[in-house]
């Protein structure tokens, strides 16, 4: 869950929107963005959000970005339990998440089931970053006539995608590996799979064409999320549209694309929905 800070009425002196310029809740737990000049009150900010928002238990401060190979946030404690594990509800499914040790973004709850309403009965299905399973576990309630092998890098996000499975009864339908997709991808599964999703928007363009070597004959599809920076809104997509069907040189073409959500001044994260053809 994202919150409008508009919706926050912070008390005394603290001034909304000078203060907190980032806000999500996963679980019961808040972590908030700071602007650097008010930290001296950050814990003055985590009690007074707590006592405003009945459904939180624990506040900490994000500092600085996701970073690092396993796309972690480097969080402070502010207020109430000193935890970072908790459960999420999304779309009737619930996720075991340990805010500190794996990435995960509220922020993509319409994207997860806007994919899983596109799968067809039947399919293969590959996440190349699965994280802690939650695209996949989604996908499954909707579409249980289905098959995904999901890839993950993080240790700790393969063990919670484990249990994620377990809580929400799909065990049989989704597989976790551990390890690097590329590697797995050249060794186990050429040519195998009808839709990949590639939820690593960093630097998700760089496997490309580990996707590809992935799809079965005479195609399919890939849903692949990437950042973009641009100083105007509209040309977003048409820029990062251009880009893709040039690196896809006629073996696909991008048919969808949207804005996910704005990360920073003109600087985005979009997806982009690719029909891959081979023949």
């Not at 970073?67 to 935890?83: Q, V, W």
Request: aromatic share 8%.
């Amino acid at each position: 869950m994202c919150l409008n800070l508009s919706k926050i009425q912070l008390s005394n002196n603290f001034k909304k929107s000078h203060l907190i310029n980032g806000f999500d809740i996963i679980g019961d737990i808040a972590i908030i963005k700071i602007n650097s000049t008010n930290r001296s009150q950050q814990s003055k900010i985590g009690q007074e959000i707590l006592s405003q928002f009945s459904n939180i238990n624990s506040v900490f401060l994000q500092k600085g970005q996701v970073s690092g190979k396993f796309r972690t946030k480097t969080l402070s404690y502010l207020a109430g339990k000193n935890r970072t594990s908790t459960i999420y509800r999304e779309s009737g499914c619930q996720f075991l998440i340990d805010v500190s040790q794996v990435y995960f973004s509220p922020r993509l709850s319409h994207e997860r089931l806007r994919i899983a309403n596109l799968v067809n009965s039947g399919e293969n299905i590959l996440n190349m970053f699965a994280g802690i399973g939650s695209f996949s576990i989604i996908i499954a309630k909707n579409q249980p006539n289905c098959k995904i092998i999901d890839i993950e890098i993080n240790p700790h996000a393969h063990f919670l995608a484990n249990e994620n499975y377990k809580l929400n009864k799909v065990s049989d339908i989704v597989e976790s590996i551990l390890g690097d997709s590329s590697k797995i991808i050249k060794t186990r599964y050429p040519k195998h799979f009808s839709r990949i999703l590639m939820p690593l928007p960093e630097n998700s363009i760089d496997f490309l064409e580990d996707a590809l070597f992935a799809l079965k004959s005479p195609g399919g599809w890939i849903h692949l999320y990437t950042h973009i920076i641009s100083e105007k809104n509209h040309s977003v997509l048409s820029k990062a549209t251009k880009k893709l069907n040039l690196l896809l040189d006629n073996r696909g073409i991008v048919t969808n694309s949207r804005i996910v959500k704005q990360i920073g001044p003109n600087s985005y994260q979009i997806v982009l929905d690719i029909e891959v053809d081979f023949s």
